[in-house]
């Protein structure tokens, strides 16, 4: 059984929870593993404004000091981006990081089961992991995790480092449904097409608030993964996209890069081969998707969609 005294909910998250007010989970390996400084702690700050502008409480989710966070304070906030040593926390790593009293950022994996705990139902990220390339299959935590918690996942995508066919087959096996927000097709992180369909088109909060019910009230227990396409002004041409990941992996692959280190390497490695223009796109999608998930999370909390 869950000893719920390892978890400390924020005030605001905890008062937002009692009153039935919309949450909004964030998760926190972009921030300390995602993104360079100070560019990470200033995305983390916009998104939960962002959230905050749309009507919903950021609840960004981390494990401080062994403790498990559901909404941080700005202190926090620094700690991730600024600290030394801040874990990599997917689920194999939590009981390790609270045993030890450890600093740990929390993937979409990690962040799903304390999130899911907490009692949060909507959750915004940048893309979840997936199936890599390669021949040993480095499947992500992130896949077994959402098939096995009833939340609403907002992203864009599974991110293009990965295998993205394997990816959306593996979902598809484990029974998580894939929403396309506005489009009909899988977007692919850096760029608005996957060339793989997506399961349903919804076009409003409200809409994926219907189908975030109904998959409750049939008791399924897999995440509706909402797939938001990154802004066109901030999307990478998929040519150039294809050449900088080739590097990328090369280089990994030279180096003997692999487990944890792997997804933060070749982001890293694309923003600088890029000159940024992969880390624009990444903070665009991510603000994009805090935007879609907050709407989603007011539409829950007011009700609509509910209307028989
Ligand atoms: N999306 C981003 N940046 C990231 C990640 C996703 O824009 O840093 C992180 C997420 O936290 C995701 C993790 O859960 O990468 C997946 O890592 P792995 O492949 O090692 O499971
Ligand atoms: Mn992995």
Same mark, same amino acid.
């Given at each position: ?21 919309? =949450? ?29 502008? !749309? ?120 029974? =998580? ?58 999307? =990478? ?16 692959? !030279? ?36 935007? =879609? ?16």
């Amino acid at each position: 059984m869950f000893d719920r005294s390892l978890l400390k909910i924020s005030e605001e998250v905890e008062a937002a929870l009692h009153e039935g007010r919309a =949450v909004v989970a964030l998760e926190s390996t972009v921030i300390a593993h995602g993104l360079p400084r100070p560019l990470n702690l200033e995305t983390a700050r916009r998104l939960e404004k962002i959230v905050r502008e !749309r009507g919903a409480v950021p609840a960004t989710v981390a494990v401080i000091g062994g403790v498990l966070c559901v909404g941080l304070d700005d202190s926090q906030l620094e700690r991730l981006a600024y600290g030394e040593g801040v874990r990599k926390v997917s689920r194999r790593d939590l009981a390790v990081a609270v045993a030890r009293r450890l600093d740990g950022a929390t993937t979409v994996a990690g962040t799903l089961w304390i999130a899911g705990r907490a009692g949060l139902k909507v959750f915004a990220t940048g893309g979840i992991g997936g199936v890599h390339r390669g021949a040993l299959p480095d499947v992500s935590a992130d896949l077994p995790e959402l098939a096995r918690t009833p939340m609403t996942v907002v992203c864009s995508g599974a991110k293009s480092v990965l295998d993205l066919p394997a990816t959306r087959e593996w979902l598809e096996t484990h029974g =998580v449904c894939l929403v396309g927000y506005g489009c009909e097709e899988m977007p692919a992180f850096y760029t608005r097409r996957a060339g793989l369909p997506v399961d349903a088109r919804a076009d409003s909060g409200r809409e994926v608030a219907q189908l975030a019910r109904t998959r409750d009230a049939l008791g399924l227990e897999a995440a509706l993964v909402v797939c938001v396409p990154v802004p066109p002004e901030s999307e =990478v041409d998929a040519r150039v996209m294809e050449g900088l990941l080739s590097e990328a992996l090369s280089e990994a692959g !030279r180096r003997g890069v692999g487990g944890r280190e792997l997804t933060p390497f070749l982001l890293a490695h694309m923003g600088r081969a890029s000159g940024g223009a992969t880390l624009k796109a990444n903070v665009a999608l991510l603000e994009e998707n805090a935007h =879609v998930a907050s709407e989603i999370a007011v539409a829950l909390s007011s009700g609509a969609g509910a209307e028989k």
